[in-house]
């Protein structure tokens, strides 16, 4: 029974895992393994290495905080700048938790000219000070397969939560956000909606939700910690687990003017609670919904025809080309880096409103 527990938790850990391998620094580290082992080194090949790598250690290692690491959990749009800090305790003194790695992630200015338009907050740097895993243990992949909800979120920031705090900042602005309640659904170490609440003191609240509890802990830590540092207000944000199906944890949350999501559509089984729980939060009030997600084969396609179905008065847009820097950077991705797929790591806008 532990043995197919194992199984069941390293192919789901492993389908996340060959997923992520956008990051441009890759490109650097297949030039070089290219040298070293010749004709070998396909793309399968490589990403077939690198699972092996995963499968084999006891702990699946955050090597984005690795920085000498051949391999990364996180691909990047080059919009929000990380780097390792040392840990607020470490600087009194204090014993430094242990499967943790403190983080500083910063929101990069607004340089795009092809937008007239932008929020007060695009010429500040939007920093934060937040505590990631760095190690995803056993315990972690109980708790996962206990309610049946995503890992990945616990350890690393994907490229469609960077591009959401982008979006939401730079472009939409705190016009947009001004007196809202926001709902950020499956938010992993949350770093769209931290930011967010930084920048928009204006925000009436925002609520940060993930269906993973272990993940939800560690934002709680985190919020306490940026409320205690001044970077936010303590009533201006909360976070809860919220699984989609769950009726009650929903209801217990009230209602919402705004929810976010990034990548939330990977798991195509679990498209039609995320659709019902849209409906439920707009109950005939004005709802807007801002989504990025990657194609990922028929995926973002089928979600959105199954929401047309359930809510076809909501309108639905979805762009491309929405702005000029990220599109440019997907162009030369996809010249220069092998391991990039623009159907797997190209994050589309999804806007809803209903």
């Given at each position: 029974?532990?043995?197919?527990?194992?199984?069941k938790s390293k192919t789901h850990i492993a389908k996340e895992y060959v997923r992520g391998f956008s990051n441009s620094?890759?490109?650097d580290q297949q030039k070089s393994t290219t040298q070293e082992c010749g004709p070998r080194n396909t793309k399968a090949a490589m990403r077939w290495r690198m699972l092996r790598k995963f499968l084999l250690s006891k702990q699946y290692r955050n090597t984005e905080l690795e920085a000498s690491s051949a391999t990364r959990c996180?691909?990047?749009f080059g919009l929000i700048e990380r780097k390792a800090v040392e840990p607020p305790k470490a600087r009194d003194g204090h014993i430094i938790a242990?499967?943790?790695?403190?983080?500083?992630?910063?929101l990069k200015k607004y340089t795009s000219g092809s937008h007239k338009q932008f929020s007060k907050n695009s010429r500040e740097l939007i920093s934060i000070e937040v505590r990631v895993k760095t190690d995803t243990t056993m315990k972690d992949l109980e708790i996962a397969d206990k309610d049946k909800v995503d890992n990945t979120g616990n350890v690393c920031m994907w490229p469609s939560e960077e591009i959401l705090a982008y979006h939401c900042i730079h472009k939409l602005g705190a016009e947009f956000f001004n007196g809202k309640r926001v709902l950020e659904i499956g938010c992993g170490i949350g770093v769209a909606g931290l930011m967010i609440a930084k920048?928009?003191?204006s925000i009436t609240e925002i609520v940060l939700t993930d269906g993973n509890v272990s993940v939800v802990e560690n934002l709680r830590y985190n919020i306490a910690h940026l409320v205690q540092n001044g970077d936010l207000l303590d009533d201006k944000i909360t976070c809860s687990q919220l699984l989609w199906q769950n009726n009650a944890q929903l209801e217990m949350l009230g209602t919402f003017d705004v929810i976010l999501a990034a990548d939330c559509l990977f798991f195509e089984e679990y498209h039609n609670d995320l659709v019902t729980l849209l409906k439920k939060s707009a109950d005939g009030r004005q709802l807007s919904v801002v989504m990025f997600n990657p194609k990922r084969g028929k995926s973002l396609e089928n979600f959105i025809s199954k929401f047309q179905l359930q809510s076809p008065q909501a309108s639905?847009?979805?762009?491309?080309?929405?702005?000029?820097?990220?599109?440019?950077?997907?162009l030369r991705y996809e010249t220069e880096n092998a391991l990039y797929s623009k159907d797997n790591h190209y994050p589309l806008l999804l806007e809803i409103k209903f």
């Amino acid at each position: 029974m532990w043995e197919e527990f194992l199984t069941k938790s390293k192919t789901h850990i492993a389908k996340e895992y060959v997923r992520g391998f956008s990051n441009s620094r890759a490109l650097d580290q297949q030039k070089s393994t290219t040298q070293e082992c010749g004709p070998r080194n396909t793309k399968a090949a490589m990403r077939w290495r690198m699972l092996r790598k995963f499968l084999l250690s006891k702990q699946y290692r955050n090597t984005e905080l690795e920085a000498s690491s051949a391999t990364r959990c996180i691909s990047s749009f080059g919009l929000i700048e990380r780097k390792a800090v040392e840990p607020p305790k470490a600087r009194d003194g204090h014993i430094i938790a242990s499967h943790y790695q403190w983080m500083q992630f910063s929101l990069k200015k607004y340089t795009s000219g092809s937008h007239k338009q932008f929020s007060k907050n695009s010429r500040e740097l939007i920093s934060i000070e937040v505590r990631v895993k760095t190690d995803t243990t056993m315990k972690d992949l109980e708790i996962a397969d206990k309610d049946k909800v995503d890992n990945t979120g616990n350890v690393c920031m994907w490229p469609s939560e960077e591009i959401l705090a982008y979006h939401c900042i730079h472009k939409l602005g705190a016009e947009f956000f001004n007196g809202k309640r926001v709902l950020e659904i499956g938010c992993g170490i949350g770093v769209a909606g931290l930011m967010i609440a930084k920048a928009f003191p204006s925000i009436t609240e925002i609520v940060l939700t993930d269906g993973n509890v272990s993940v939800v802990e560690n934002l709680r830590y985190n919020i306490a910690h940026l409320v205690q540092n001044g970077d936010l207000l303590d009533d201006k944000i909360t976070c809860s687990q919220l699984l989609w199906q769950n009726n009650a944890q929903l209801e217990m949350l009230g209602t919402f003017d705004v929810i976010l999501a990034a990548d939330c559509l990977f798991f195509e089984e679990y498209h039609n609670d995320l659709v019902t729980l849209l409906k439920k939060s707009a109950d005939g009030r004005q709802l807007s919904v801002v989504m990025f997600n990657p194609k990922r084969g028929k995926s973002l396609e089928n979600f959105i025809s199954k929401f047309q179905l359930q809510s076809p008065q909501a309108s639905v847009f979805i762009d491309e080309k929405y702005d000029d820097n990220i599109f440019n950077t997907h162009l030369r991705y996809e010249t220069e880096n092998a391991l990039y797929s623009k159907d797997n790591h190209y994050p589309l806008l999804l806007e809803i409103k209903f």
